[in-house]
């Protein structure tokens, strides 16, 4: 990445590797606003907005642009093309940002990318959507464009789970909400946790549903926090967090995690286990290893140690070893689109149905690790249910397992009737939490 001179231009150079090259959105973000600290917090508050904001509404974004572009999307310059959408995004969504603003500054980094003979093209498309931005608005034809996520998404959802709740889910994916972070109970109090915080100008609300978990806003480097520092914090969503709890590993146990990255219910186990047993996290490649060990090193857990380990293949010597196995397995990731929103942009049914059966496929090796009355914690970050409710079925008909009744574990729920059934499907907009999926089943004693 180049060196850039303000945000928007950042935002650019942003936009340009996830849309142009196909990097992860949260990986260049991030990677963008740690080297580029000089630039004050609200310019990097700008750059985050336009960068997220444009993925979260780019299938509307480019519809507009095809209505008032002669040139369609696919065919415009790569650079003009990322111009262009973001600037739509602040035209359309930024209400602080006056539309000439938007426009000029669009025409600056044309000219600056040696785009200058586009400047007039630029301009125009941009001034005509500013014009007519309330007559698009009312205009948007039908649920994929003004929630900006792909049909067979919003058909597969309506099938599962009916027009209303799929309508409140994409509502909620566009909703900003608070960092979720974990307290890790075992290093440091809450009342300890929360005082840093707030010496340091944080702030943090306790979640009614989880006694370890806070809210944080008005936070500028969580890297810079104290509580993160020291490993008192750990970024984890909620629903994430009740895997830990639907676990519930008992102090002494052997807990492994096949695939641990980047550590978030390793580290949660190791932190209920307050110092005793033994939790191994695993994972295909060195470096999503990497990740896991930066965390272990931050918060100083001696009781969790790494491996790289293809969960495809059986390990003969971890066999009817673990008490308790978190099997988080690769996913369509549909449930985060709030945070992750260029998932979608990749991510095909197709895709999604195959991963259903890598998930049967692992499981049918990884299930032999778990000693007699031992758990299994399956999860997923996606809401479908071939690679939900309908893998843990399948599960349990064909291996030595059964389910387990969830309503005490998880009782800040109370009311969800598939609780009993050992499972549970969160959906973003029902509660404060991502869109994931888990279920716990015990491995029977004979």
């Not at 001179?5 to 090259?21: C, F, G, N, Q, T």
């Not at 963008?32 to 974004?61: D, F, H, M, N």
């Not at 415009?76 to 000439?100: A, C, E, F, G, N």
């Not at 409710?389 to 009311?415: C, I, K």
């Amino acid at each position: 990445m180049s060196e850039v001179a303000d945000s928007r231009e950042l935002s650019l150079e942003v936009l340009m590797e996830i849309l142009e090259k196909g990097r992860p959105s949260h990986m260049v973000l991030r990677q963008a606003l740690e080297k580029y600290q000089y630039l004050s917090r609200p310019e990097r508050a700008l750059v985050t907005r336009l960068t997220e904001g444009t993925l979260e509404y780019l299938i509307q974004i480019d519809y507009i642009l095809n209505q008032y572009s002669k040139v369609p999307v696919p065919k415009m310059k790569p650079v003009i093309r990322t111009i262009l959408r973001m600037s739509v995004y602040q035209i359309m969504y930024l209400d602080r940002i006056p539309h000439s603003a938007a426009c000029n500054e669009a025409v600056k980094l044309a000219v600056k990318r040696r785009f200058s003979g586009l400047k007039g093209f630029v301009n125009g498309v941009l001034r005509n959507i500013a014009r007519e931005k309330d007559t698009i608005r009312k205009s948007l034809p039908d649920l994929s464009v003004r929630y900006s996520v792909p049909s067979w998404i919003i058909d597969m959802w309506n099938k599962e789970l009916g027009s209303e709740q799929t309508e409140e889910i994409l509502k909620a994916f566009l909703q900003e909400r608070p960092l979720t972070v974990r307290c890790n109970f075992s290093l440091a109090g809450k009342e300890e946790i929360l005082a840093s915080l707030k010496a340091q100008n944080v702030l943090a609300e306790a979640s009614p549903y989880a006694d370890s978990v806070l809210l944080l806003k008005s936070y500028d480097y969580l890297e810079a926090l104290e509580a993160f520092q020291r490993g008192w914090i750990q970024v984890q969503d909620l629903s994430s967090v009740f895997a830990g709890i639907a676990a519930s590993p008992k102090a002494g146990s052997f807990v492994l995690d096949v695939c641990g990255a980047p550590g978030g219910k390793s580290l949660h186990a190791a932190d209920l286990l307050k110092g005793t047993g033994m939790v191994e996290t695993r994972d295909l490649t060195e470096y999503k290893i990497g990740l896991i060990q930066e965390n272990i090193l931050r918060t100083g857990f001696s009781n969790i140690r790494t491996k790289v380990w293809d969960a495809l293949t059986l390990d003969e010597t971890m066999i009817e070893k673990a008490d308790v196995l978190f099997a988080d397995l690769p996913c369509s990731g549909l449930g985060i689109l709030g945070k992750k929103p260029d998932i979608k942009l990749h991510m095909t049914k197709e895709n999604a149905n195959e991963l259903a059966k890598l998930q049967r496929q692992i499981l049918s090796v990884v299930w032999q690790y778990v000693k007699p009355g031992g758990t299994l914690l399956y999860s997923t970050c996606t809401i479908h249910q071939a690679e939900n409710q309908e893998n843990a079925e399948w599960f349990m008909e064909h291996y030595p397992f059964e389910p387990v009744d969830l309503t005490q574990r998880l009782h800040s729920l109370e009311g969800e009737p598939s609780l009993e059934k050992g499972w549970m499907q969160f959906l973003p907009g029902k509660g404060p939490w991502d869109g994931f999926f888990l279920a716990a089943m015990r491995r029977k004693e004979n």
